[in-house]
């Protein structure tokens, strides 16, 4: 459905009216910066206070992982933030983390490179899980014949589910992930495909409708299960630790370049190939929708951007068009599409997980309950 909505630009973040439900005050400026300012900002601070409760969350994990062979376990994709949760665990915090891959056929070479460098480097152990590819495969054709915008929810099940249900396996209480402020402080909304959790009923429905084979073996675990059962029966815990550090994108990158050989990307998520190309061309030509915005503004209002570079660098694709067109043709041979199948889905209707059978409204309930408490400060919608 087509807004008719005058549009209308933040003027502290760059965040707009491509997000329907986006608020503005008298200033013009919009929720997502205000909600920054009187949420986030006031308890986060990384210095003294958030240091101290690292390093005592740091010995409860030791002494909790004593007798084990790894005290927690971090997913790593080889992009910075995960990258940098490997080096703060094992060289701040004094950790043995497990790392943790999951490979569902999207790798960058610079992202498998990244990987095997942190590894050596650090003198950790990696397990990596293959996801089986005509499973993954099925999966993301069902996705893409459904026609919502977030084409990239198989893999991000993939990588959450493989990493959880590996953790239940082998009794890995600590999950510490790369989520934090710094640089995700502005969350892209649902409506840009940033589903608010895995939903079992959705994945069903979807590939039910379109898929072509049994997922045997494709791990999914539904978000109820992990925030409920995970949480509460197995006692499995969630650790940000970059949200106790400092963290400045470029600062790290640099850190970690010198330190380990690791190489940085042009944008946040690039070391998937799909995922570029879902962020740089299926959603914005497709949907409308930029997460560049968000992952810029939260870049903004941290102080590592200007308002006026971020307007530059969302004029214009990250990558150029003629790469762009590889990426389809490449996107399309992997998914056994033909280049005119993926062209007619691409020139095809809109839909939303709205059309198909979902629990989101519980989900949401869930995720209100979250804000309520001070569990989640950031925008969540």
Not at 339 to 364: C, H, M, P, S, V
Request: charged share 30%; with cysteine; net charge neutral.
């Amino acid at each position: 459905m087509e807004s008719t909505r005058q549009y209308q630009i933040c003027t502290k973040t760059i965040m707009d009216t491509t997000d329907p439900n986006i608020v503005f005050n008298e200033k013009g400026e919009s929720d997502y910066y205000v909600n920054y300012i009187n949420e986030i900002l006031p308890s986060w601070n990384t210095g003294e206070e958030d240091m101290k409760e690292l390093m005592q969350t740091a010995e409860k994990i030791k002494k909790d992982g004593k007798n084990r062979d790894f005290d927690c376990i971090i997913g790593l994709s080889g992009g910075l933030d995960s990258s940098y949760v490997a080096y703060v665990a094992k060289e701040i915090m004094g950790l043995r983390p497990l790392l943790f891959h999951v490979d569902a056929g999207w790798n960058t070479d610079k992202a498998v490179g990244n990987i095997e460098k942190l590894v050596n480097g650090l003198n950790l152990d990696l397990y990596t899980e293959v996801i089986n590819w005509e499973e993954m495969k099925d999966l993301q054709r069902a996705f893409f014949k459904s026609q919502i915008a977030d084409q990239d929810m198989p893999q991000d099940i993939a990588f959450f589910s493989g990493l959880y249900k590996f953790a239940k396996k082998n009794n890995i209480k600590y999950v510490l992930t790369g989520g934090n402020f710094s640089t995700e402080c502005c969350r892209e909304p649902e409506e840009w495909g940033a589903y608010p959790g895995i939903d079992k009923k959705l994945i069903k429905d979807i590939h039910g409708k379109f898929g072509g084979r049994k997922l045997n073996s494709f791990p999914i675990v539904d978000i109820i299960q992990y925030k409920l059962y995970y949480k509460y029966v197995l006692g499995m815990e969630v650790f940000k630790p970059l949200n106790l550090v400092p963290y400045n994108k470029k600062e790290v990158e640099q850190l970690l370049e010198d330190k380990y050989g690791w190489e940085k990307f042009q944008h946040k998520h690039h070391e998937s190939r799909f995922t570029r190309f879902f962020e740089d061309y299926w959603m914005p030509r497709k949907f409308g929708y930029e997460k560049r915005r968000a992952h810029f503004s939260s870049l903004i209002l941290t102080g590592q951007m200007t308002r006026e570079q971020a307007l530059e660098r969302i004029s214009k694709p990250e990558l150029d068009d003629l790469t762009l067109q590889k990426e389809f043709d490449y996107v399309a041979e992997k998914l056994d599409f033909t280049r005119d199948e993926l062209q007619a889905i691409f020139e095809g209707e809109n839909k939303t997980f709205n059309d198909y059978k979902n629990k989101r409204a519980l989900i949401g309930l869930g995720a209100k309950t979250m804000r309520k408490f001070g569990l989640e400060k950031r925008l969540f919608r």
